[in-house]
């Protein structure tokens, strides 16, 4: 069963749903869809281009006019992603828009939460751990710690048509705190808290 929405909580306006457009970020999809629809609230839904590395091998690099072609196809490939995305909302009751920008996911996501007025932003983690997560850092985390509003985080495990236990987590934003709230357990049971900025 999906546990309901708090009912202690503002209207939702504008929510922001980043994809990375796997298969993974299809729960956190499912979870922003249900969230805009009860709302009313017009989903935006955003796809970053990370920066190309560039591709060595032996003496060879790749020329620019190469990594232009990679992120122009980049784009184009997200561009169509993100238009079926606004489809499926679509179907579903639920206005959506995309954005596409360019640039570190965790950086974009905050910016266009700021410059969208953006009121909740619902986004899947991927769970990475050990070395991946040392590496690559996690982008739900830093999202989570510069964001201008709460965010919504919907681990890998979760269910599109529901939530598993202990896998949906609300974090609601505060001036020096954030607080989180296990949502598995039905609205506003505590869980955890996590120091943000």
């Known amino acids: 069963m999906v546990p309901p929405l708090p009912s202690d909580r503002r209207r939702i306006r504008r929510l922001l749903h980043p994809s990375d457009l796997s298969t993974r970020s299809e729960y956190a999809?499912?979870?922003?869809?249900?969230?805009?629809?009860?709302?009313?609230?017009?989903?935006?839904?955003?796809?970053?281009v990370g920066p190309l590395a560039p591709i060595v091998g032996g003496e060879y690099v790749a020329s620019p006019s190469l990594f232009s072609e990679i992120n122009r196809a980049l784009c184009d490939?997200?561009?169509?992603?993100?238009?079926?995305?606004?489809?499926?909302?679509?179907?579903?009751?639920?206005?959506?828009?995309?954005?596409?920008?360019?640039?570190?996911?965790?950086?974009?996501?905050?910016?266009?939460?700021?410059?969208?007025?953006?009121?909740l932003i619902v986004m899947g983690t991927h769970g990475r751990t050990g070395l991946l997560r040392?590496?690559?850092?996690?982008?739900?985390?830093?999202?989570?710690?510069?964001?201008?509003?709460?965010?919504?985080?919907?681990?890998?495990?979760?269910?599109?048509?529901?939530?598993?236990?202990?896998?949906?987590?609300?974090?609601?934003?505060?001036?020096?705190?954030?607080?989180?709230?296990d949502l598995s357990n039905g609205p506003g049971v505590p869980s955890f808290g996590v120091n943000g900025a």
């Open 29 to 48: 999809f499912a979870e922003a869809v249900r969230w805009a629809k009860a709302d009313r609230a017009v989903l935006l839904l955003l796809y970053v």
């Open 77 to 119: 490939g997200a561009k169509e992603s993100l238009r079926r995305l606004v489809a499926r909302a679509t179907e579903c009751g639920v206005r959506g828009e995309s954005v596409l920008m360019q640039g570190l996911p965790a950086d974009q996501i905050v910016r266009a939460a700021r410059t969208r007025d953006v009121d």
């Open 134 to 181: 040392l590496i690559y850092g996690s982008t739900a985390q830093e999202v989570v710690a510069k964001a201008p509003c709460p965010v919504l985080l919907v681990g890998p495990s979760a269910r599109p048509r529901g939530v598993a236990r202990g896998h949906l987590t609300a974090v609601r934003g505060r001036p020096g705190r954030r607080e989180a709230n």
